[in-house]
């Protein structure tokens, strides 16, 4: 496990071995993803993740009502 202290600013620094791990560079995205038991997974964004998002994007906001998620929540 590989530590990391925030700053006053909301910043830490990825340890090393995280980012060789990552394949990370300067410019790099990263994707966060908080869980509902408290615990984050972290990983790389590639070119392609940021082209099919910024493509979809207009439809993502479709299903994005309480009605809509009762109507689906079956399927």
């Known amino acids: 496990?590989?530590?990391?202290?925030?700053s006053s600013k909301g910043q830490m620094t990825i340890p090393i071995?995280?980012?060789?791990n990552l394949h990370l560079k300067t410019g790099d995205t990263l994707a966060?993803?908080?869980?509902?038991?408290?615990?984050v997974s972290v990983r790389k964004v590639t070119p392609?993740?940021?082209d099919y998002i910024s493509a979809v994007s207009g439809t993502l906001s479709?299903?994005?009502?309480a009605a809509d998620e009762e109507a689906y929540r079956d399927l």
């Open 62 to 65: 479709e299903w994005n009502s």
């Open 48 to 50: 392609l993740d940021l």
């Open 32 to 39: 966060w993803d908080a869980k509902p038991d408290g615990s």
């Open 1 to 6: 496990m590989q530590l990391a202290k925030l």
């Open 17 to 20: 071995e995280i980012r060789e």
